[in-house]
């Protein structure tokens, strides 16, 4: 099963926004965010869990304890039930438009009677939205542009999700008499930002049992096909997920072919087709005899069309196929190239675990390098000061000896202001071992004042990673409106590093975006932006869209060994 917290960080976030709504008093939403966070964070499983040790979560007190107990013995928490009671039922539909606040939510279902998406995207079209105050044309695009994004999302689930439930069912499937081979195949394979549905194919000789295992899973909450050597069920969040069982012998080409992408398989079953061969998902054939040429395995598969294997993140149809003909493949970035992450937050601002929490899982996982960038004072609901990340810098220099194998740079998550200013003068800057500066606020700038604000933080010497670029949340808050292309053009031109931020719910830059600022010469930081140790798992998503976007570890500044990167790191 998965675990309990992501489900109680979902409650108790739903309580904070509700209560951001229908309480007065600013302070008490926050303590429930900050105790959702936590428990998201918290490396346990809080499954059966007394008040006692859950307590012991960072940020948990009584009264919040005494709702994740309710929630974990009774599935649901009363108060919250009390305030989504007071919330009409109208607001609730309008706020899940991205970007569309409670306040607006309330003002546009009071003031107009609009109770539901398809009724805000009416009336805006009529122009009956525009005379209400706080809609200006501009808000108006905003809005539209997130009606459009829920459209488009609809029916499919962040990578992250969908890779979960993945795991759940194969760990489960794994274990039963019969089974050979397991594995993910589609859009999870290849590591897409959102996923439709998730195809599991296994190896064996006896379907049965293991749809039958498949399809009363516990996970499961509605079974859609129970077949011979197909089964579909629905679990959490409303996901499909596909099983098929397959011979052993035709594994390989059963795996290209449910992999995908389709487009990258119609490229490669016309190549078949032009030698007088077929490819299926049974095998590769000479189309005149009917002959088996290849099947069990995808090399051999790729092999017999005269193709090196290609990754399966980059069958996309985007030129991998030319380019493995030509013997021009990518040697793609691996997590196991990763050398430090660059982007990381403690419990001195939003983050849940504490300096020294954050540094030993870090040693954990290897690393050569870490860096710690906690926000800056200009986000002023994290309340950072001068002071405060002085004395994290003396923490962190003296925790040095502790970690001989892994270099701890001081660093702090800057923000860009509307004017492309930063929170520290430049002398102050000079002191960080590494800079992240990243859009915070002001999301809905223009095109011409956002691209010059973000360009300023770019051409700053002090400034060595620019953090999640376009802001955009998968399935959520859409980008920021920017000329790339300018943006790409100063970074290559300046080596300020973009990232990739690794969180399934960002993916910022994405895989075109990567794609297109390689060709500027751009370098990368695959960064998890961990608030909690468990985060720093999210790099192999980062990875994955790095991959995505053709990156070789050449390209990506965490890959490099320290010297190469402390070189990188002086001020222009
Ligand atoms: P999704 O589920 O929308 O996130 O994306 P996929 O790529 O997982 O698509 P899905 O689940 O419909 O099918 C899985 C794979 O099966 C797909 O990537 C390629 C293969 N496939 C499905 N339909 C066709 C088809 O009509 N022709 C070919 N050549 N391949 C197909
Ligand atoms: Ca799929
Ligand atoms: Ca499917
Ligand atoms: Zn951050």
Known sequence: MPRANEAIEQALLEFADLLSILSEDPFKPRAYEKAARAVGGYPEDLTGKDLKEILEVPGVGKSIGDKIHEFLTSGTITELEALRAQIPGGVRDLMTVPGLGPKKAFALHGELGIGSVDDLAIAIGEGRVAGLKGFGPKTQENILRGITQIASAAGRVTLGVAMDAAKDVIARLRDLPGVGKIAYAGSLRRMCETIGDVDILVASRHA??????????????????HGDTKSSVLVEHGLQVDLR?????VWGAAMIYFTGSKAHNVRIREMAVRVGLKLNEYGLFDAKTGELLAAKTEEAVYAKLGLPFIEPTLREDRGEVEAALAGALPDLIQERDIRGDLHTHTDLTDGVASLEEMLDAAAARGYAYLAVTDHAPDLAMQRMTTEKILDQRERLRALQPRHPAMKLLHGAELNIGPEGELDWPDEFL??????VASVHSHFTQSREEMTRRVLRAIENPHVHIIGHLTTRK???????????????EAAGRTGTALEVNAHPDRLDLKDEHILWAKRHGVRFAIDTDAHATTHLDLMRFGVATAQRGWLTKADVINAWPWSKLERSLKPR
Not at 208 to 225: C, K, N, S, Y
Not at 430 to 435: E, H, P, Q
Not at 474 to 488: C, K, N, S
């Open 245 to 249: 069982v397959i011979p052993a012998q």
């Open 208 to 225: 049965a049992p293991i749809m039958d295992g498949f399809v009363t899973h516990p996970a499961v909450t509605r079974v859609l096909g």
């Open 430 to 435: 000079a002191g960080f071992d590494l800079t």
């Open 474 to 488: 998968v399935g959520g808050r859409p980008p920021v409106d920017l000329d790339l292309e300018a943006v790409f």
